[in-house]
């Protein structure tokens, strides 16, 4: 699997990044089966949290074998100092590590989020300081996180962000126009870029959920190298979370070491293809 570069940060991660919601439910066989499948297909990067179920609990006996192999990214949703290190502690603990190579703020929507996690990214800077990380970046989904990531990387001193890219989402004028304004602040300052969403189709909308991730994400393996490619063609772009589900977590796989080539006429085709698709954000809509 190829390896690029993740900014500032040094590390060659594997475009494909093993996304640990996919590990919700704590089933020990899958994941210790899915865990292998993706480090032996060249996964070399890890983002879990706290959040995301039991997953820190099946995760942590797995990452202990191979921590020198693995680059691994935590994040916390907390607001308080106090609230921020506990977590983070605890995290560590369950992960089985005695430091992050990446924390995050987690789930940084909006302008009025990020004002609102002052205290806890300054927390978190402060770890990096004592060597509890060497990284810290911001993660966040909706319409309004790429703005309000700009802003971050304006404000502290981050070395990574993530956020959703998709051709869904590329078709929208505005939600390109802030991505790519974050993209070039990125490359401008040697930001590491990570994408989450590459695989996302549309909401549920009252349909029977048939896998695990909030949003229904495309299965087809052409339809979910499409996402991929994508998302790893844009630029700027360094890696891909794979999606919250172990089904078509092997399908991404699969994707992210095929042909990564998408060229303009194909992006705009692919565009194309998905742009009267219902939008998956909000996530939860009143």
């Known amino acids: 699997m190829e390896k690029r570069r993740l900014g500032r940060t040094d590390h060659h991660s594997s475009v494909a990044i093993l996304?640990?919601?996919?590990?919700?439910?704590?089933?020990a066989e899958t994941a210790a089966a899915s865990f292998a499948a993706a480090l032996a297909a060249g996964v070399n990067h890890l983002d879990v949290a706290p959040q995301y179920g039991q997953a820190q609990n099946v995760l942590g006996p797995?990452?202990?074998p191979v921590r020198d192999e693995l680059f691994v990214a935590c994040k916390t949703l907390r607001h308080d100092p106090d609230g921020v290190r506990a977590q983070m502690e605890d995290s560590l603990a369950l992960l089985h590590c005695d430091a992050f190579d990446l924390?995050?703020?987690?789930?940084?929507?909006?302008?009025?989020?990020?004002?609102?996690?002052?205290r806890a990214v300054r927390?978190?800077?402060a770890a990096r300081d004592e060597g509890l990380t060497r990284w810290v970046g911001i993660t966040g989904h909706e319409h309004t996180a790429p703005a309000a990531h700009l802003e971050?990387?304006?404000?502290?001193?981050?070395?990574?962000?993530?956020?959703?890219?998709?051709p869904r989402l590329w078709a929208d004028p505005e939600y390109r126009r802030d991505a790519e304004a974050l993209l070039e602040y990125a490359a401008e300052h040697d930001v590491g870029v990570m994408a989450i969403k590459a695989a996302a189709a549309r909401p549920w909308a009252?349909?029977?959920?048939?896998?695990t991730t909030w949003y229904e994400p495309y299965t087809r393996a052409d339809e979910v190298d499409r996402g991929v490619r994508?998302?790893?063609?844009?630029?700027?772009?360094?890696?891909f979370c794979t999606p919250g589900d172990h089904g078509v977590l092997a399908t991404a796989l699969t994707a992210a070491t095929g042909d990564l080539a998408m060229d303009g006429t194909a992006r705009e085709a692919a565009m194309a293809e998905v742009a009267q698709e219902s939008s998956i954000f909000p996530m939860f809509p009143v």
Do not use: C
């Not at 996304?19 to 089933?27: E, R």
């Not at 924390?103 to 002052?118: G, K, N």
């Not at 971050?152 to 998709?166: E, G, I, S």
């Not at 994508?230 to 890696?239: C, D, E, N, W, Y």
């Open 103 to 118: 924390y995050q703020l987690h789930a940084v929507t909006d302008l009025a989020e990020l004002d609102s996690r002052d």
């Open 230 to 239: 994508f998302a790893l063609s844009t630029p700027g772009v360094h890696a």
């Open 152 to 166: 971050a990387l304006k404000r502290y001193d981050l070395d990574t962000v993530m956020f959703p890219v998709n």
């Open 206 to 211: 009252g349909r029977e959920a048939t896998a």
């Open 19 to 27: 996304g640990g919601a996919a590990f919700w439910d704590g089933d």
């Open 62 to 64: 797995l990452i202990a």
């Open 123 to 125: 927390a978190i800077l």
